[in-house]
């Protein structure tokens, strides 16, 4: 009999044991899920209680405990050995189950079955009682806590400094070497690099032909141009080149926007005295300023930049004709029917843009009413800040800035330059086919052209 009863004791002492060391790792991977919780939602987290020591599991057997004497079982039919009237009556055995906690408790005699429970520790059984409870439970708890006590946002720890994650490589071009920009390049060589397919030929008409701005041709002539005639400039972002070499920079910023494209204008109806022969009726003399687009395919739309014809070839024929040459090599079809007769060089192949704006500053209103003359319609009439100026041209419609930019952000803002704001005008495809086309053309037939002794037009520059 005590052999018996001492092997039935290692073998409880070996399940308890065994309760033990399962107890240990459910509470490690409920503290693990915990952790996790924690991680993915950072405002839940609450201090945690101080744990105490834990203790090794022990292995230690104690020795046997004599059983008592019972009384002979005789059970029942269908009751268990420890049901609560066996026990109530003395017979058969009842070992309670110890509450399970994250440390053992000290090694102790086993209980016998009239025994109490053995009492745990406060803060370990509150421990095992949190580890315990659901991770849901745990972050209500933990939001109630921190609305009635906010506190401030974690601080990244010193040992770990702060890491960029994001990657930006871009490097701001510098401005463009000032210098003779292609001015020995010969028309064959001259890459105008444009987004949009050329025109095969020269646009003309009986007052005025444009052409593709080439330097070798063209820039000497245009720089003394608008060197005598800066009052153009007055509101224009860009001039009076001070330099040949800063006006071919020019010239070349402009030809490396590929959505950028220069027209020399040339007055056809000038008279000269001198007998010289013309190729083509281009002599140089009758250059009468520049007229550009500033496109973009994707968005199949232009706007009308760059225009600046000088006072000697204002209050003419010139304008209008060349606003109507600009416009309809913009809105016409890139794949034009031929007529019978016609070569298919001589015919017009245009961009077939959906729209054309024009921008001009709120204050400038020559430009706008000029713009409204050619059937552009008024968008916005005041466009605040809509561009920069340089600082020389303050002078005319610069605006200064706001009082609340100030220090380096202030110095930066000066460097660009003042502010400007611009009405924006504009014309669809659609409303140049029903009137705009026939509206210029009446215009240009009223106006007429005008013959002019070139000696009366241009003076000293002839």
């Given at each position: 009999m005590l052999e018996e009863e001492l092997a039935r004791s290692l073998a409880r002492l070996d399940h308890l044991n065994q309760l033990l060391r399962e107890d240990e790792a459910s509470l490690k991977q409920q503290r693990a899920a915990h952790a996790a919780f924690l991680r993915k939602y950072p405002f839940a987290r609450t201090a945690p209680p101080p744990e105490p020591p834990r203790a090794a599991p022990t292995q230690t057997r104690t020795a046997p405990v004599e059983p008592k004497a019972v009384a002979p079982t005789s059970y029942g039919r269908g009751e268990h050995p420890n049901s609560k009237k066996n026990l109530a009556l003395g017979r058969g055995r009842y070992w309670p189950r110890r509450e399970r906690s994250p440390s053992p408790p000290a090694p102790s005699a086993h209980p016998t079955s009239g025994s109490k429970?053995?009492?745990?520790?406060?803060?370990?059984?509150?421990?095992?009682?949190?580890?315990?409870?659901?991770?849901?439970?745990?972050?209500?708890?933990?939001?109630?806590?921190?609305?009635?006590?906010?506190?401030?946002?974690?601080?990244?720890?010193?040992?770990?400094?702060?890491?960029?994650?994001?990657?930006?490589?871009?490097?701001?071009?510098?401005?463009?070497?000032?210098?003779?920009?292609?001015?020995?390049?010969?028309?064959?060589?001259?890459?105008?690099?444009?987004?949009?397919?050329?025109?095969?030929?020269?646009?003309?008409?009986?007052?005025?032909?444009?052409?593709?701005?080439?330097?070798?041709?063209?820039?000497?002539?245009?720089?003394?141009?608008?060197?005598?005639?800066?009052?153009?400039?007055?509101?224009?972002?860009?001039?009076?080149?001070?330099?040949f070499e800063s006006f071919l920079t020019f010239i070349e910023i402009r030809r490396r926007q590929t959505g950028s494209f220069l027209f020399v204008v040339y007055d056809r109806l000038l008279e000269f005295d001198d007998g010289r022969s013309e190729v083509d009726g281009l002599r140089e003399e009758r250059i009468a300023g520049i007229v550009g687009i500033k496109s973009s395919e994707p968005e199949r739309m232009a706007e009308i930049g760059h225009l600046h014809i000088p006072a000697p070839f204002q209050r003419s024929h010139i304008f209008t004709h060349a606003a109507y040459l600009l416009l309809q090599w913009l809105f016409s079809s890139p794949f034009p029917s031929i007529p019978p007769g016609s070569h298919p060089f001589t015919t017009l192949h245009g961009l077939g843009l959906r729209r054309v704006q024009w921008a001009a500053g709120s204050r400038n209103t020559a430009s706008i009413n000029a713009a409204l003359r050619l059937g552009f319609q008024m968008e916005a009439s005041d466009q605040q800040w809509e561009r920069p100026l340089a600082k020389d041209r303050g002078k005319v419609e610069g605006l200064e800035l706001p009082e609340f930019v100030q220090g380096q952000w202030r110095e930066r803002e000066e460097g660009i330059g003042l502010g400007r704001h611009s009405a924006l005008l504009s014309m669809a495809w659609d409303r140049w086919e029903n009137e705009g086309r026939a509206k210029l053309e009446m215009m240009a037939a009223e106006r007429g052209v005008v013959r002019r002794k070139a000696k009366d037009v241009l003076g000293d520059l002839l």
């Open positions: 429970r053995p009492r745990t520790d406060t803060a370990t059984s509150q421990t095992a009682k949190a580890a315990r409870e659901p991770i849901a439970t745990v972050a209500q708890r933990s939001v109630a806590a921190m609305d009635s006590n906010p506190s401030p946002a974690p601080q990244q720890p010193a040992s770990r400094p702060h890491r960029p994650r994001y990657l930006n490589r871009y490097v701001a071009p510098g401005p463009l070497e000032e210098r003779l920009w292609h001015l020995t390049t010969p028309l064959e060589e001259y890459d105008l690099n444009f987004a949009f397919d050329l025109p095969p030929y020269a646009l003309v008409t009986d007052g005025v032909v444009l052409t593709p701005l080439i330097p070798c041709l063209h820039a000497r002539r245009l720089y003394r141009l608008y060197s005598t005639h800066t009052a153009g400039f007055a509101y224009l972002p860009y001039g009076p080149f001070p330099t």
